[in-house]
């Protein structure tokens, strides 16, 4: 076997630092969904040319710009829809910077391999570590051309990196470009225009402590009445002093109700955004705070009660609670979800099967649960994997940033840790350590299951490979032991319903002359007749 890699010490994940929950805006009468509209419309409009004059800006944009930018949105809509509109358009210049990065490192990461591979014979095959050589000379030179193609996209992302260029869709540049293909996306030009417009529209205000309610641009009482401060151009739609639009409708929060009521009464800063659902015609109120970090529980009080073992797949959580001293407890566990669909619909799943989790786990009395430090950035390259699309397809589907992040919002509320290991080896040395001792003729543990105890195990730190690791209760009535060994040897299978106990972890195995033996050979002693002499060769010198 080569050279490990190190493995990165395990860690107790961070906690939320914010909330977000959101409602339906039910039962909206015609006017409110006009200016709704209006609103959301002529405030997008403002966003948009921001964005552009923040691009424009680049690397030389300074706290003073922001200021200039800001006194010119005001007398257009407010000083308050000013400020959310600049913050927004700094915190989508910020994201796309990130993107632009991990976009850099993708390419760098897809031009290593084929400049990797082109400096090998043609047909040289590859190992577990590095892809060999290219299997014919036509793939060969189709490589070396598509190098070049990513050269050259990598020159041009890094000058626009170094002057600070971005590239900025508002809308999505996915619903952008469906604009070109609405029949393979089952849409008509009308329908696309609505989503489209609905995607550009801004209509979102963030929150300030101490003010009425904690918001004064949109603003929810207690009671549910939601109330919006028009623009000045909109001004004369106001149905309500000072300028304001009072909704038909009440809104009440089902999850986190109580915790957002209690903000809201001690006019503490809330953020509240409204969205138009096209798909269903339905209109969307969402509110987020921030909350204080929790503080980091340390990890030995963490495992004080064990841990359980997540393995994340492409169709399902394998789960293996394991206890203090690292060894398997109780039978393993498996959460399906069907990552298939729409956005909203994978969602939803995620968060179905970690409840699931989360219950067992408080069922069970755990206060940890071990997962795996996943990230597939430099694995989703077609480079990495060549023609193996669908093994691309598979990692690019699985929602690791999410999963985590999921996870660690709901375990925060049950007063779980999650804790994240290195994910090396733990696939490997699970199934090659712990499948085949966990098997039995009752049970078939799969490389998932023994992955999850390997991830467990790492949590705790304990070592996955073992020199002799623990074996399962096994009743050697059921299944005879071979001829050759020394059960047979002594006597053991002759009583059907015994139970052979596992070794213990560093103990050394018992000895060949078991108690058995040594009980029939004393009897023999005290009759007067000789000791059964050591079969030779069979447990080694006497």
Not at 227 to 238: D, F, T
Not at 299 to 315: Q, R, S
Request: include cysteine; glycine fraction near 10%.
């Amino acid at each position: 076997m080569g050279e490990l890699r190190s493995i990165a010490p395990s860690f107790v994940a961070s906690g939320p630092g914010g909330v977000a929950v959101r409602t339906r805006l039910k039962q909206l009468t015609p006017d409110d969904e006009k200016v709704l509209r209006l609103v959301g419309a002529h405030l997008g409009s403002l966003a948009s040319r921001d964005l552009r004059a923040r691009c424009r800006d680049g690397l030389e944009h300074s706290g003073e710009a922001w200021a200039v930018r800001k006194r010119e949105l005001t007398p257009l809509s407010s000083s308050r829809w000013a400020g959310s509109i600049t913050k927004a358009t700094h915190d989508q210049w910020a994201l796309a910077r990130r993107g632009q990065s991990a976009h850099i490192q993708n390419l760098e990461a897809g031009i290593r391999t084929i400049e990797g591979r082109l400096s090998l014979p043609v047909g040289q095959k590859g190992t577990k570590r590095a892809p060999g050589g290219y299997r014919s000379q036509r793939e060969r030179h189709a490589k070396s051309r598509r190098l070049r193609v990513l050269q050259d996209r990598l020159a041009a992302a890094r000058a626009d990196c170094e002057a600070g260029v971005v590239h900025v869709v508002r809308g999505g540049r996915r619903l952008a470009r469906t604009r070109h293909h609405l029949e393979a996306a089952g849409l008509t030009e009308s329908a696309w225009r609505g989503r489209w417009e609905a995607e550009r529209w801004f209509c979102q205000a963030d929150g300030e402590s101490g003010k009425r309610y904690g918001n004064e641009t949109i603003r929810v009482s207690p009671e549910g009445e939601v109330s919006i401060k028009l623009p000045a151009p909109l001004a004369h739609l106001a149905n309500a002093p000072h300028g304001r639009y009072v909704l038909a409708c009440r809104v009440a929060f089902a999850h986190r109700g109580a915790e957002w009521a209690d903000r809201v009464a001690a006019n503490r800063a809330t953020a509240y955004r409204i969205q138009l659902d096209t798909g269903r015609g339905r209109w969307h109120l969402t509110a987020s705070w921030q909350i204080p970090p929790t503080p980091t529980l340390p990890i030995e009080a963490a495992l004080a009660h064990g841990v359980i073992g997540v393995d994340m797949n492409a169709d399902h959580l394998a789960a293996r609670r394991l206890d203090i001293h690292g060894n398997p407890a109780g039978s393993p566990r498996r959460f399906f979800y069907d990552l298939t669909g729409t956005a909203e619909h994978r969602d939803a799943q995620v968060r179905h099967a970690l409840t699931r989790l989360l219950h067992w786990a408080r069922t069970c009395g755990v206060k940890a649960i071990a997962v795996e430090d996943l990230d597939f950035t430099a694995e989703k390259t077609r480079e990495k994997h060549g023609r193996r699309k669908r093994f691309r397809q598979l990692i690019s589907g699985m929602p690791t940033g999410k999963l985590r992040a999921r996870l660690s919002s709901m375990a925060d509320q049950t007063g779980i840790a999650v804790i994240a290991v290195d994910p090396a080896y733990t696939s490997r040395w699970g199934a090659q350590h712990w499948q085949k001792p966990l098997t039995s003729t009752t049970r078939k543990t799969t490389r998932h299951d023994a992955a999850a105890v390997a991830i467990g195990r790492r949590a705790q730190g304990h070592p996955i490979r073992l020199g002799v690791p623990p074996r399962p209760l096994r009743h050697w009535g059921r299944t005879a032991p071979p001829p050759c060994s020394p059960e047979r040897r002594a006597g053991a299978s002759d009583r059907p319903g015994r139970t052979r106990r596992p070794w213990a972890r560093g103990n050394p195995p018992p000895h060949p002359r078991t108690t058995d033996t040594i009980r029939a050979a004393r009897t023999r002693s005290e009759r007067g007749q000789p000791e059964r002499p050591t079969p030779s060769g069979a447990f080694g010198r006497a």
